[in-house]
């Protein structure tokens, strides 16, 4: 089981989130989401799917890891690997 199979409020649920279950993951009521939803969503925010009934939990993780900067990726592999050379070069001139 994923995190983003469990509602706001520790309840097993589908993928889709209604808009109560979205706005609680979002700590905000119902309304202030109805109310700023077409915003959100020119920003990226995931679109209510008519056919599905709600937002894709998965999609609105993202959206927020996004927003937040958490989905930034580490130094490609070859700057660490430049780091950790200079760092060796700087301690054998002390």
Not at 4 to 10: C, K, L, N, Q, V
Not at 17 to 43: F, M, R
Not at 63 to 92: M, V, Y
Request: proline fraction near 6%; aromatic fraction near 6%; glycine fraction near 8%.
């Amino acid at each position: 089981m994923h995190t983003e199979d469990i509602a706001p409020g520790g309840r097993l649920v589908g993928r889709f989130w209604n808009l109560s279950q979205t706005a609680k993951y979002l700590g905000k009521s119902p309304a202030w989401l109805k109310k700023h939803s077409a915003k959100l969503e020119k920003e990226g925010f995931p679109k209510n799917d008519p056919d599905l009934g709600g937002r894709d939990s998965k999609a609105i993780i993202k959206f927020l890891d996004h927003r937040c900067g958490l989905d930034q990726k580490s130094p490609p592999q070859a700057d660490l690997l430049q780091i950790r050379a200079k760092a060796i070069a700087n301690d054998e001139r002390k």
